[in-house]
């Protein structure tokens, strides 16, 4: 089993639609959550840290399940400029290194 | 330009020879890591460093890699003796972790470089 397991996509959504990506983690002393997003062919670029009471940054939206295990990130009023693979990360030693899952696709239609 | 830079962005060898790559971390941060990532999957962690000490290595790290931070400041990667499996982006990142008032833990956001495309033919 995977550390960090998202659902690759790709997810193919049109202008405006409201998109969801869920994310697990096998490794329950993980300590910090970050979502990352990386255009093709480019470096990630971190997109926001997880914090434990969840956390909003215009239109988007993370939230963290410790019980769960489970992380998700909510983005409302999709752009085109939102297509991108988003990685969902894992730190579990507070400053070593990050878990990254596979990533999921994000296509944004007009 | 004040992020994370690498050297070079690109590199094409032969099978068998030596590569190094530079990286230069955004100069207030104490960590850098060294990640490589193949198509399709997420970034896969190397090493890690914190001022020049390597604190933690990968079991990925073989014994043809090595690498270095001798002051503290910009680190290099060397891989021997290259394989075909070798080829991939190699990615430099670096952090200096915060702490939110309120929130016990430590974030460590790592912010990346553009990475270096190793290609062995």
């Known amino acids: 089993r995977k550390e960090v397991e998202q659902d690759p996509g790709p997810f193919n959504v049109p202008e405006g639609a409201t998109v969801a990506f869920n994310c697990t983690y096998s490794n329950s002393a993980s300590q910090s959550f970050f979502w990352y997003r990386q255009d093709c062919r480019k470096e990630p670029k971190l997109l926001m840290s997880?914090?434990?009471s969840g956390n909003e940054d215009g239109r988007f939206t993370a939230q963290l399940n410790r019980a769960s295990q489970y992380i998700s990130l909510l983005i409302r009023d999709s752009k085109l400029s939102d297509s991108a693979t988003y990685l969902c990360v894992v730190n579990y030693n507070q400053g070593g290194k990050l878990i990254f899952g596979q990533g999921t696709e994000l296509s944004v239609k007009p | 330009d004040t992020g994370v830079s690498q050297n070079p962005r690109h590199k094409i060898t032969k099978r068998g020879q030596n590569v190094t790559f530079r990286c230069d971390p955004i100069?207030?941060?104490?960590?850098l890591y060294w990640y490589r990532q193949t198509l399709g999957q997420g970034p896969e962690f190397l090493t890690y460093?914190?001022?020049?000490?390597?604190?933690?290595k990968s079991r990925l790290l073989s014994d043809r890699f090595s690498a270095e931070r001798p002051k503290g400041s910009f680190s290099t990667l060397e891989i021997q003796r290259t394989e075909q499996g070798d080829s991939a982006m190699y990615l430099c990142a670096s952090s200096s972790p915060k702490v939110l008032a309120g929130d016990p833990v430590s974030y460590n956001e790592q912010f990346f470089g553009p990475g270096t495309r190793l290609t062995v033919l």
């Open positions: 460093f914190q001022n020049e000490a390597q604190l933690e």
């Open positions: 997880v914090y434990s």
């Open positions: 100069s207030e941060h104490n960590r």
